[in-house]
C-alpha cells in the first residue's frame, strides 16, 4: 500500500509526462524517453531485422551475472521484451570462476547475415582461465534460449570484439585499440591483424564498429574511458584496411563538460530502422556531472541520428526526453516473459519455473533454489551457502535488476534459524563486496540464549565511504507465528527505506534508511544495482533454509532529468 505522498508524486509526475508529448506533438514526432531500457543495461548494440518481423534486437553486458548475455527484442524501441539468453547452460562457458567483481562477460556485439544472429564477445578474468576468452556465439532462432550454440573460441588482442562483413562476404573481427582480422565462424582461425585507427589520442580507444555505406568504411569507436570523459568518435577509409581519416567534428556523441543528467554517454552502436532512419544506441549513468550516485550503473539509452550520403552522421544528444523519428506504438513484441516495466507479481505455484528476469551471481548450485517443495506450496526454498560476501563458490542469491528510480520490492520470509549467525532475507546488491541487506539472524543475547532479530547491515561503502554501522531489532515474540515481509523503498533518488513487518497484521519497523551512494561505484562501477533475496550460514555450519514467497517489485517513477520525473513505464 503506497503512501499518500506517492499518490501527490503520480499526479505532478503525470502532469510532466504529459508537457512532455505535448512538446513531442508540436515537433510532428514522437517522444522517445531515456533510458530505453532502465535499470543495468551496459554496452549495447542492436539490430533491426526485417527477416523477424521487423523487430529491433538488442544485447548488454552481464559480467560475472547468470543466465548471461539477454538478447532484448523491441518493434518500437519503446516496449521490450526479453526474446533470451545466448548463455544459459554452465557446459557453455563454465569458467565464472573468476575473483574480479567486475570480470566476466564483457561488451557484446550482436550482428545477423544471411539468417544466422552472431553475439560475439570476451571473458574477462584473474588469468586463471588457460583458455582463450573470445566467444562466439550463433542461433538460426533468437526467441529460444536452447538454440544459441556451444561458443566458437578464438584469441582477440583486446576486448570489445565486432563482427563484420565485407561486401565478398568475408568475415571480420575488430578489437579495442582498433585491431582488425579476418576471423574464420566455425573454427575462431584469425588472420593476419591490422590496426585501422587509434582514435584521436585520449584513453581508452575501444568499442569499435565498422559500417560500410555510399562506398566508405565507417569505423565508431569509445575513447575517454567509461567515466564522465566518454565519448564516441569516428574515422572512415576508401578501403577497409585503411588509411582512416577521423572526422573534423569528433566527438560525434558525448555528455561530457556538461551539465546533463545523463552522464558517460559512450560505446555506441548505430542501426537503422525499418522506414530507413538512423538510431544511436549507448550506455549513459542518470548521475549528473558530479558522477556520485547512480545506483543503477550504466543504462542503455536510444537516440536518433541522420546519416546523409557521403557524410559522418549527426547523432542527437543523449537527453532524458527526445523528440525521435516516429515508429508506430507496438507491444506485439515476441518474448519469454512480460513487457520490461510490469511489476513483479511472483507466487512460485507448484509447476512453474522461476520468471525469466530473476538472476543468479556466477552459475549457481541450482539445487538450493526449489519451487514449492513438499510442505510447502507457493514459495521458493533457498537453501543457504555458506557466505555472499566472498569466494568464487555459488552463493545462496536470486535477484532482479532495479530498473526504477522509485520503486518498492517484498518478500515474505519464513525462516527458523537453528544455529548462531544463520540469516534469510532481501540485499540491495551491487557486486559480493558491495551490498546492503536486511535479513533475519539468529544471534545470542546476554544469556547466551538464541534469540532472532532483524539486521540491516552493509557490506562495503562505495561513493558513500565507510560502511554505516549495523542496525538491529528484536523480533517481536508475536510475530513468530506468520511469514515477515521484508521490504525496500526509494522514496527519491538518494535514498533506500528498510522495512519489516508481520503478515499478521502485527506492526511495522522501520530499520532505516541508507544512501544510494553505498551501491554506486566502489567495487562495481561497471555494474548495476540488483534486488534479491539470500539465505547464509555467515561462515558457520547452518543448513536451515527459508522459504521466500510473495516476490513483489513495482516501479513507481523514472527521473530523466536534473529535476523531471515521469512515471515508470
Given at each position: 500500500m503506497f503512501s499518500p505522498c506517492w499518490r501527490i508524486f503520480g499526479i505532478i509526475a503525470t502532469s510532466l509526462s504529459a508537457l512532455v508529448l505535448a512538446d513531442a506533438a508540436a515537433n510532428g514526432n514522437k517522444t522517445h524517453l531515456n533510458p530505453t531500457i532502465p535499470g543495468w543495461h551496459s554496452d549495447p548494440s542492436c539490430v533491426f531485422v526485417p527477416e523477424w518481423d521487423d523487430t529491433f534486437f538488442c544485447v548488454t553486458s552481464t559480467f560475472l551475472v547468470t543466465p548471461a548475455i539477454p538478447v532484448h527484442a523491441s518493434k518500437d524501441l519503446v516496449n521490450w521484451r526479453l526474446a533470451s539468453h545466448a548463455l544459459t547452460r554452465e557446459t557453455q562457458w563454465p569458467h565464472f570462476n573468476t575473483t574480479g567483481q567486475n570480470e566476466g562477460i564483457f561488451a557484446i556485439t550482436l550482428r545477423f547475415h544471411q539468417g544466422t544472429f552472431y553475439a560475439i564477445t570476451f571473458f574477462v578474468s584473474d588469468g586463471s582461465n588457460p583458455l582463450p576468452p573470445g566467444l562466439l556465439f550463433k542461433t538460426t532462432d533468437p526467441f529460444d534460449d536452447a538454440a544459441w550454440s556451444d561458443p566458437v573460441l578464438f584469441r582477440p588482442g583486446n576486448?570489445?570484439?565486432?563482427?563484420?562483413?565485407?561486401?565478398?562476404?568475408?568475415?571480420?573481427?575488430?578489437?579495442?585499440?582498433?585491431?582488425?582480422?579476418?576471423?574464420?565462424?566455425?573454427?575462431?582461425?584469425?588472420?593476419?591483424?591490422?590496426?585501422?585507427?587509434?582514435?584521436?589520442?585520449?584513453?581508452?580507444?575501444?568499442?569499435?564498429?565498422?559500417?560500410?555505406?555510399?562506398?566508405?568504411?565507417?569505423?565508431?569507436?569509445?575513447?575517454?574511458?567509461?567515466?564522465?570523459?566518454?565519448?564516441?568518435?569516428?574515422?572512415?577509409?576508401?578501403?577497409?584496411?585503411?588509411?582512416?581519416?577521423?572526422?573534423?567534428?569528433?566527438?560525434?556523441?558525448?555528455?561530457?563538460?556538461?551539465?546533463?543528467?545523463?552522464?558517460?554517454?559512450?560505446?555506441?552502436?548505430?542501426?537503422?530502422?525499418?522506414?530507413?532512419?538512423?538510431?544511436?544506441?549507448?550506455?549513459?549513468?542518470?548521475?549528473?556531472?558530479?558522477?556520485?550516485?547512480?545506483?543503477?550503473?550504466?543504462?542503455?539509452?536510444?537516440?536518433?541520428?541522420?546519416?546523409?550520403?557521403?557524410?559522418?552522421?549527426?547523432?542527437?544528444?543523449?537527453?532524458?526526453?527526445?523528440?525521435?523519428?516516429?515508429?508506430?506504438?507496438?507491444?506485439?513484441?515476441?518474448?519469454?516473459?512480460p513487457i520490461y516495466g510490469t511489476p513483479d507479481v511472483f507466487d512460485f505455484a507448484p509447476g512453474t519455473a522461476l520468471p525469466t528476469n530473476l538472476l543468479f551471481w556466477r552459475w549457481p548450485n541450482l539445487s538450493s533454489f526449489t519451487i514449492s517443495p513438499p510442505g510447502h506450496p507457493n514459495t521458493l526454498r533457498i537453501s543457504p551457502s555458506p557466505d555472499i560476501s566472498s569466494g568464487v563458490d555459488p552463493i545462496s542469491f536470486i535477484a532482479r535488476l532495479q530498473t526504477d528510480t522509485l520503486f518498492e520490492y517484498s518478500v515474505d520470509v519464513s525462516f527458523a534459524p537453528t544455529q548462531l549467525d544463520e540469516e534469510a532475507g532481501i540485499t540491495v546488491f551491487l557486486t559480493q563486496l558491495q551490498h546492503i541487506d536486511l535479513g533475519i539472524v539468529q544471534v545470542v543475547d546476554k544469556l547466551n540464549h538464541g534469540m532472532l532479530q532483524l539486521r540491516?547491515?552493509?557490506?562495503?561503502?562505495?561513493?558513500?565511504?565507510?560502511?554505516?554501522?549495523?542496525?538491529?531489532?528484536?523480533?517481536?515474540?508475536?510475530?513468530?507465528?506468520?511469514?515477515?515481509?521484508?521490504?525496500?523503498?526509494?522514496?527519491?533518488?538518494?535514498?533506500?527505506?528498510?522495512?519489516?513487518?508481520?503478515?499478521?497484521?502485527?506492526?511495522?519497523?522501520?530499520?532505516?534508511?541508507?544512501?544510494?551512494?553505498?551501491?554506486?561505484?566502489?567495487?562495481?562501477?561497471?555494474?548495476?544495482?540488483?534486488?534479491?533475496?539470500?539465505?547464509?550460514?555467515n561462515n558457520g555450519t547452518g543448513t536451515t533454509p527459508a522459504f521466500i514467497s510473495s516476490w513483489r517489485y513495482t516501479g513507481i517513477a523514472q527521473k530523466i532529468d536534473n529535476h523531471t520525473f515521469v512515471p515508470s513505464w
Open positions: 576486448i570489445d570484439p565486432d563482427l563484420f562483413w565485407d561486401d565478398d562476404n568475408v568475415p571480420y573481427m575488430t578489437c579495442a585499440e582498433s585491431f582488425i582480422s579476418t576471423i574464420d565462424l566455425d573454427t575462431g582461425a584469425l588472420g593476419p591483424v591490422t590496426q585501422l585507427w587509434n582514435g584521436t589520442g585520449d584513453r581508452n580507444p575501444e568499442g569499435p564498429h565498422v559500417y560500410k555505406k555510399d562506398g566508405w568504411y565507417y569505423l565508431l569507436i569509445a575513447e575517454g574511458g567509461t567515466e564522465v570523459n566518454h565519448t564516441v568518435t569516428m574515422a572512415r577509409s576508401r578501403t577497409l584496411t585503411g588509411t582512416y581519416v577521423g572526422f573534423e567534428g569528433n566527438p560525434v556523441l558525448t555528455n561530457k563538460n556538461t551539465g546533463q543528467y545523463f552522464q558517460t554517454v559512450g560505446h555506441a552502436d548505430l542501426f537503422k530502422d525499418g522506414t530507413g532512419h538512423w538510431w544511436a544506441s549507448a550506455l549513459a549513468t542518470r548521475s549528473g556531472p558530479e558522477w556520485v550516485n547512480y545506483p543503477m550503473g550504466r543504462e542503455m539509452v536510444v537516440t536518433p541520428a541522420t546519416w546523409e550520403e557521403g557524410q559522418f552522421p549527426v547523432i542527437s544528444p543523449v537527453r532524458g526526453s527526445e523528440s525521435a523519428w516516429a515508429l508506430p506504438v507496438s507491444k506485439n513484441v515476441r518474448g519469454r516473459g540491516l547491515r552493509t557490506t562495503g561503502g562505495g561513493n558513500f565511504g565507510a560502511a554505516p554501522p549495523a542496525v538491529v531489532h528484536p523480533i517481536p515474540n508475536s510475530w513468530r507465528a506468520a511469514p515477515i515481509t521484508l521490504a525496500v523503498r526509494a522514496d527519491n533518488d538518494t535514498h533506500y527505506t528498510f522495512s519489516a513487518s508481520s503478515n499478521s497484521g502485527l506492526g511495522r519497523i522501520v530499520l532505516g534508511a541508507l544512501p544510494a551512494t553505498i551501491v554506486s561505484g566502489g567495487t562495481g562501477p561497471f555494474t548495476g544495482t540488483l534486488l534479491g533475496a539470500y539465505a547464509t550460514a
